[in-house]
Each structure stands twice: as C-alpha cells, then as structure tokens.
C-alpha cells in the first residue's frame, strides 16, 4: 500500500513501524473490527501518535469514533479496541448514501480550474449544511448526508470532497475565539493546496458569519495566510508541522477581484454595486440617481466604506433633495447595515406626492 504524503501529510510524521501500524489500523477499520492486533512491536504513546495520525488523515472512515482502549503487557500494545458509532452497524450502506453525497457536492466542477471547484463546494456546503449539535455532529456523514455538524464535520467532509477532487487538503485542530470574546475554545478548520502555496480556510466560520439567520455565503475565512487568522486561530502542537499558510494568489480578493465583504453586501442586495469610497463617490452616485426621477417611489442602495460617508451621508442626502427639489413633495427613510472591517450598506428610499 502506497500512501502519498502530500495528501496524507500525519502518515509522513510517523517512523517506519509505527506507518506499518497505521496501514494496519486504515484496513482493520475499514472493516469495523472490534479488536485490532498490532503486527509490529508499538508502545501505548505510539499508538496514540498513530491513531491520531489516521483520525487526522482519513475522514472517510466517518464510522470511527476518535477515542480507542489498548491492553498492553509491560510495554508493548497487545491489542487495540476501537470505539465506533451507529453507522458501524452497516458501513457498506452507509458507504453508499456517502458516495452519493459526494457525488452531489461535486457534480458539474470537471474541468474548473482547482481553486473555482474549492469555492463550488465552499459555497454548497455553507448553502446545504447547518451546524447543529447531535451524536454524528463530527463526522464528514452528518455534514454531507445529514447536512448538519459542528466545525469537526464541516472541516472532515471539506477535506474529504477535496481528497476526492484530486486537491490537497489537510484538516487542521487548534483553538479559536469570536472577536468579542476572550475565552478560546476548541476548532477545526482546513488547510488546502492550491498551486505552490497553502492557504487556512474555515467554512465552519463562513457559514455562522455573525450567528446572522439569514443563509449568507461568507469569504472572511476563505483562502487566508497564518497572519491574518492568528487573531483568532491557534494551531495545535501536533498540527503547527503542517506547511505554513502564507500564499496569496488564491486569496477571495485575487480570485474574484472584490472584497470579501462585498460579496457579503451584494447577497444582501444592493442596486449599484460601484462601491462608495468618498463625498464625491456619494454626490455623483445618489444626485444622478434621483435626479432622473420626478415621481412615485425610488430605492437605492449600495456598499460603502469609511467614517467620513457613515457620519456624513444623511446631510450630504439632504443637500442632495434640497438643491434638486427645492418645493420639497417627497418623504425620505435611510437605511445603514453594518458588515466587517469598516464596510456597511446604505439603503435610501424617496417617495414622492
């Protein structure tokens, strides 16, 4: 059995006996034995090493619970019993509804460039997938059959859609905390391949953008460098030996040309997605607009960035209906939705008579 490291990068960590373990533990899982025998000489704290080396690797065997027991005699591991969940019961049925859900998550990318078939099945399984608790909420089954998990299903099935599109994607442990918050609690998000370079991505986070009920599509966490989650991302010890993610070509910005934020906006719904970055912006926009209308009712709405617009829009809106309609006849409501990192959208709508 060949194992590629650039796709199984926690195998290649491992001695020589202790590979010839986890060979043996991906084959005696992968038919749901109850006792394993270790055919090579392994202490318990290699075991462990091992077992952790295959639940990082191998999101496909999503009938394995992480934990495990081993009886060892002085120190050598004599037998090693793993815990499985209910899909244990019948792992070639579960296979299959898998295998279908897979083929669902990436059907019609063939032939899209890597990083356009990532963002396919980023933005399928934040549309598809909910994160709620439950007894398989860590397993890649509750998140692409169920379409419900918590950040170690999303995170597992991610790397396994990606596996199975032939691109490197490793599943990454650590630490996060919400940018309000002090306390940092357990996670899990991916690290991919794409090109020369490695990226974080963590669609757990893009699909809970600001625990906002409304299924927005979020790129705040798509494609990033060490540096710009390590606010709010820790890697484990063991996970800290996966590459460093410092690449930026496949960034959402240099995919796609627009603020990550902006993309949240325009799911909003805007109608001009010209984004207003200063007075002159807001004056050649907003006075063209209601200028061409002398009747009934008119709505415009936009993305903007910047304190000057935030505090000045409502008087630089008056100047505006004041010096086109000086009569006045109209009635006015504003609107300003707040985003991330300085962006927000104003809503105007003017009804006249």
């Known amino acids: 059995m060949v194992i590629n490291t650039l796709f199984y990068p926690f195998y290649g960590m491992l001695s020589g006996g202790e590979q010839a373990l986890y060979r043996q533990l991906l084959r005696e899982l992968g038919q749901g034995r109850k006792e394993i025998q270790p055919e090579v000489w392994v ?5 462990k090493k091992v077992w952790d080396a295959v639940m990082l690797d191998r999101p496909e065997l999503f009938w394995v619970k992480t ?4 009886k060892a005699r002085a120190d050598q591991v004599i037998s090693i019993s793993p815990k499985y969940n209910s899909c244990a019961a019948n792992i070639p049925g579960y296979r299959r509804r898998m295998e279908r859900a897979i083929g669902e998550f990436t059907a019609g990318l063939d032939g899209m460039s890597a990083v356009h078939r990532e963002k396919a099945v980023h933005d399928r399984m934040v549309s598809q997938i909910s994160y709620i608790h439950h007894d398989l909420d860590q397993t890649a089954f509750a998140a692409l059959v169920e379409k419900k998990a918590v950040c170690a299903g999303y995170s597992r099935a991610f790397q396994l859609l990606m596996q199975t599109m032939g691109i490197p994607c490793y599943y990454c442990e650590g630490r996060a905390k919400e940018k309000e918050s002090k306390d940092w609690e357990d996670h899990a998000w991916n690290i991919i391949r794409l090109g020369e370079d490695f990226y974080n991505i963590d669609i757990t986070w893009n699909d809970c953008y600001d625990h906002r009920p409304e299924n927005f599509i979020s790129y705040d966490y798509f494609n990033c460098t060490d540096l710009q989650i390590a606010p709010n991302h820790i890697r484990t010890e063991l996970c800290s030996r996966l590459p460093a993610c410092s690449g930026t070509k496949m960034s959402f910005r240099s995919v796609t040309g627009v603020e990550p934020q902006l993309d949240l906006i325009y799911q909003d719904g805007v109608t001009s997605a010209a984004p207003v ?20 009712r008119t709505q415009l709405s936009f993305p903007a960035f910047g304190e000057e617009i935030r505090d000045n829009y409502m008087e630089w809106l008056k100047q505006i209906l004041v010096g086109l309609y000086p009569r006045g006849g109209y009635s006015v409501q504003t609107q300003r939705r707040d985003y991330k990192n300085g962006w927000y959208r104003i809503k105007i709508e003017v009804e006249f008579g």
């Not at 202490?43 to 075991?47: F, G, L, S």
């Not at 934990?67 to 081993?70: A, D, I, N």
């Not at 007075?279 to 009747?295: C, I, K, M, P, Q």
């Open 277 to 296: 970055r200063s007075e002159r912006d807001f004056y050649n926009l907003v006075a063209h607009h209601l200028g061409t209308v002398r009747s009934g």
């Open 67 to 70: 934990g495990f027991q081993c």
């Open 43 to 47: 202490r318990p704290d290699q075991v």
